[in-house]
């Protein structure tokens, strides 16, 4: 009876070792697996936003010289003093926005840190967050990993335009804060001013925060312009800036992004980046600050036109291959309708068309709700022009 009871509360121990509620509903994200299947067979990737053009010759250098100079040592947790300042004139030459680099800006791990610290200063468990669809995937499991609910407003195709009813509509009792993604990933989708100012006026109303990734900020096309919504009247204080140096410098292994908030909510939020991430690389840090300070405005320009070009050669491969591309007017992805091509969901197409053509994409409904985008794949353009001019001949042959 004994050995019986013995076995009976070992087996009821094991029952306890299970995973937490959160982790049976997160998975490999679709983007990955694709970028995984492709190394596998040694095809060409557009599945990954990698980013994998030269590094500036100013920022690898002076990120060089840090490390042979011994800046290999934790930083503050809110990042060196010399980016804390280029940052916040940064902000100030490109949107008039006055922060304070001692107490409203961060240095951290990423854009992508910059958000998951954002959220765990600003939000508690229950609370909704409004996001635009297409989305990206980060996004909406970030906010997950807080339990915090997304609560999607799908934007109008082709033009991917706000609807302000269904904005309003999508408001509740709990809703905490809108995240907006301009440009952005995966659509290419610029903000416009009215639609700011659309946004703006409800943050205000309701009184929510606004969080805004703008990673993709000089990746504009054709004219467009890129708004901050923190420069809009009365919006400073509610509006959390994420952004960072991995796609304008190419440095997206590098991990150094930045946030700038007003002082009442950047100390919550450093104290998170302390706790989880410690410090973005130190001489990284310096490295992208030298870019700060050193580029000129022309390498913005320039680099919007190179993608501009880039695009367009991409743009022109997918129409050769019977797909329809949704011309993006900013950011370096498009989305293009592949409704001919073998395969009855997303994932199945793009599986195909890297089987024939040895060229990754990433089934659109990766930044959909489930139903919605099975006809739609991504492709980024962000390659070096012999690899991305190689996969627009594979494509033009399909």
């Known amino acids: 009876m004994v050995e019986i009871l013995a076995q009976q509360s070992a087996a009821a121990a094991v029952s306890r070792l299970a995973l937490s509620d959160l982790a049976p509903s997160t998975y490999q994200s ?35 010289e840090a490390i042979r100079e011994g800046q290999n040592t934790y930083t503050r ?33 990423g854009a ?3 958000l998951h ?24 499991n970030t906010l ?11 934007l109008a195709e082709p033009d991917w335009q706000l609807d302000v009813d269904a904005l309003y509509a999508a408001v509740t009792p709990r809703t905490r804060a809108i995240l907006l993604n301009t440009p952005a990933n995966p659509s290419g989708k610029i903000f416009t001013r009215l639609e700011l100012e659309a946004v703006a006026k409800l943050a205000i109303e309701r009184g929510l925060f606004v969080i805004t990734d703008e990673i993709y900020e000089y990746f504009v096309y054709d004219g467009a312009q890129h708004i901050c919504i923190a420069a809009l009247e009365g919006m400073r204080e509610r509006t959390i800036v994420v952004s960072g140096f991995s796609k304008t410098y190419s440095v997206t292994g590098w991990r150094v992004g930045y946030a700038v908030a007003g002082a009442r909510w950047m100390a919550a939020m450093a104290h998170f980046h ?17 870019g ?27 129409k050769a291959a019977g797909m329809d591309p949704l011309i993006p007017p900013g950011a370096y992805y498009i989305l293009a309708r592949a409704a001919h091509l073998p395969g009855k969901t997303g994932a199945e197409k793009a599986r195909n068309l890297m089987k024939a053509t040895g060229v990754a994409s990433v089934a659109g409904s990766a930044f959909f709700r489930a139903g ?9 353009f962000a390659k070096r022009d012999a690899e991305l001019d190689e996969a627009c001949e594979r494509l033009k042959r399909l």
């Open 30 to 64: 679709e983007i990955r697996a694709m970028t995984t299947e492709c190394n596998r067979m040694g095809g060409i990737n557009l599945a990954q936003g990698v980013c994998d053009t030269p590094v500036p010759a100013v920022v690898e250098a002076a990120a060089v």
């Open 77 to 109: 947790c809110d990042g060196i003093e010399r980016l804390r300042a280029a940052i916040a004139v940064k902000q100030r030459r490109d949107y008039g926005l006055e922060y304070d680099p001692e107490r409203e800006t961060m240095a951290c791990s």
């Open 112 to 114: 992508s840190a910059g």
């Open 117 to 140: 610290v954002a959220a765990m200063a600003l939000l508690n468990p229950g609370d909704e967050v409004i996001l635009f669809e297409p989305f990206y995937g980060y996004h909406v």
């Open 144 to 154: 997950q990993s807080q339990r915090v609910k997304p609560v999607l407003v799908a």
């Open 274 to 290: 302390d706790l989880i991430y410690v410090c973005s690389p130190a001489p990284l840090q310096v490295g992208v600050a030298a």
């Open 292 to 318: 700060l300070e050193q580029l000129p405005p022309a390498f913005y320009a320039q680099l919007a036109a190179d993608y501009q070009g880039k695009r367009e050669r991409l743009a022109i491969a997918l």
């Open 372 to 380: 919605r985008g099975e006809d739609l794949l991504r492709f980024c």
